[in-house]
């Protein structure tokens, strides 16, 4: 019998489930803190209480504090930018393609010096290791603790960021530090960027996780801790403390994942209706379709493992107003402060919420309250609500035949039971909490990305995949359990020697789960 309780922290609600093999024994929807610590604690200790005397395995949490972090440009970390590459790449310093707002808070210091790799894996020059440690004491002097490391086709050949980190390692004692080759791809502006978010992010990281920790402690759960990731698995608490920006997108994928667990359908478009806005994706073989374009975080340009979404402002505390006639929804939102602003609850601003209590699909708050609405003006809201939602589908959709559409969330009462390009709407039992369902059935992956020359096809695609499952044990799984799901190879005609880029993907269950 495998117990797991599965927590998701949302921009409204924080919500909570206790899941015995695949039954929901316990679910629980908390309004989300401003201090989002609180709200998790609360959650906990109300599945704790429904869980008895019997332990759970492990708990799993989901958190949009990460990406909050970045697009609301708060508790970020100044960031030292050491960049591998001269006399390459001069004309494009880091943060040269960021939010000017954003870069004034994360940049600390920029350093650029000899080495890096050319695109066959010949090194542009030797690395200057003095230029290293300068650039190491001099961020040491101006209190800087969060360094990136980037270098100029580092996913062929890491050694450089490898050499770098470890000089720094001497001249910047516990000073935290981020290899881009750890977490991008080919494309030396957006993978950098990716390890300058990360790198930013440390502090924030370690003290959330930390956290989160002590809140299991003090609802008196003793189970491994595991953070939900952008592909729908989950890593062990700490290594997710050394990679937040694994975890930014992993509110909508845990939605996903929930959904094709509650209904049993694996191929299908989900809606997930929070309280601010309401994210589209698609479900090939039970996970989340992965995006293949540049993804931008909080203005920032990124390539790297994240869900392929479309966000739109609409959730169930959206802003319902006439402008210029017409009823407009969004983007704005009350969030959290849904049972204090909306009028339901007495306050003073018109929501989606309100509309849904008017028209009889939601029993919340007081309906007396929104008894003067015209009925013409709530018809108007829901069909302008479902025009939103039928656009994004049609927008998402890769082919003509209409799809299964899986509709989940709070905020799933806007979705109408009919929707062109759907062949059906599928509203599964605890659709309210299905991002903490999918917290709770996450398994643990690994995955590799890398260039390999001089070996056969199948040699580097085994050791792409030895690659994978490498990352996957480290990150908290079962070796005997992994599982090959996704493996591609592209021959890359401009190298010598054969090259062949091989991406690898590896599942299993949780070590002793």
Request: hydrophobic share 50%; glycine share 10%.
């Amino acid at each position: 019998m495998k117990r797991r309780i599965g927590i998701d922290v949302g921009g409204t609600n924080t919500d909570a489930v206790l899941l015995q093999d695949d039954r929901v024994l316990h679910a629980v929807k908390t309004p989300t803190t401003a201090d989002v610590l609180t709200g998790v604690r609360l959650a906990l200790e109300s599945a704790a209480h429904a869980m008895g005397d019997d332990p759970v395995q492990a708990v799993m949490i989901g958190t949009t504090h990460f990406v909050n972090a970045v697009v609301q440009r708060r508790d970020l970390a100044p960031v030292g930018a050491l960049r591998i590459g001269l006399p390459a790449s001069a004309s494009l310093p880091p943060f040269c393609d960021w939010p000017a707002d954003l870069a004034a808070i994360v940049r600390g210091q920029v350093h650029m010096i000899e080495g890096g790799h050319d695109y066959d894996g010949r090194p542009i020059m030797p690395l200057d290791e003095r230029a290293v440690a300068a650039a190491g004491r001099a961020m040491a002097a101006a209190g800087i603790s969060c360094v990136a490391i980037s270098s100029i086709f580092s996913p062929l050949d890491p050694a450089m960021e490898d050499r770098a980190a470890e000089i720094l390692h001497t001249e910047m004692p516990g000073a935290s530090i981020t290899l881009s080759h750890d977490l991008g791809r080919i494309g030396l502006l957006e993978r950098e960027n990716v390890a300058l978010l990360n790198a930013c992010l440390a502090p924030l990281a370690h003290h959330t996780v930390q956290a989160f920790g002590e809140a299991l402690r003090q609802a008196g759960i003793a189970a491994p801790l595991f953070i939900t990731q952008n592909d729908g698995t989950v890593i062990r608490a700490e290594l997710a403390a050394r990679f937040p920006v694994l975890s930014f997108a992993s509110g909508p994928t845990n939605s996903m994942r929930g959904a094709a667990f509650l209904t049993g359908l694996k191929d299908a478009l989900v809606v997930d209706v929070g309280g601010t806005t309401s994210d589209v994706g698609a479900l090939k073989a039970g996970f989340p379709r992965e995006a293949n374009a540049i993804v931008h975080v909080g203005g920032v340009r990124t390539l790297f493992r994240m869900p392929d979404l479309l966000s739109i402002g609409l959730g169930g505390g959206s802003h319902v107003e006439l402008r210029d006639g017409r009823v407009a929804i969004g983007p704005r939102s009350v969030g959290f402060r849904l049972p204090e602003l909306a009028r339901i609850f007495g306050g003073p601003q018109l929501t989606t919420s309100d509309i849904a209590v008017h028209a009889g699909l939601l029993s919340l708050g007081d309906a007396s309250r929104v008894a003067d609405i015209a009925q013409d003006f709530t018809r108007d809201t829901l069909a302008e609500a479902a025009r939103m939602l039928e656009e994004a589908v049609d927008r998402m959709k890769t082919e003509a035949a209409e799809v299964p559409l899986l509709a989940v969330g709070g905020g799933a009462f806007l979705v109408p039971d009919r929707l062109p390009g759907a062949s059906k709407v599928v509203r599964p039992a605890h659709a309210a909490v299905a991002n903490a369902v999918g917290a709770a059935i996450a398994q643990v992956s690994g995955e590799a990305d890398q260039v390999f020359q001089g070996l056969t096809r199948a040699e580097a695609m085994a050791a792409a995949e030895r690659i994978a499952c490498n990352r996957a044990v480290e990150a908290g799984a079962d070796a005997a359990t992994l599982a090959l799901v996704d493996i591609e190879d592209l021959p890359i005609a401009y190298l010598p020697g054969g090259a062949l880029r091989v991406r690898a993907r590896v599942v299993g269950e949780i070590a002793g789960g």
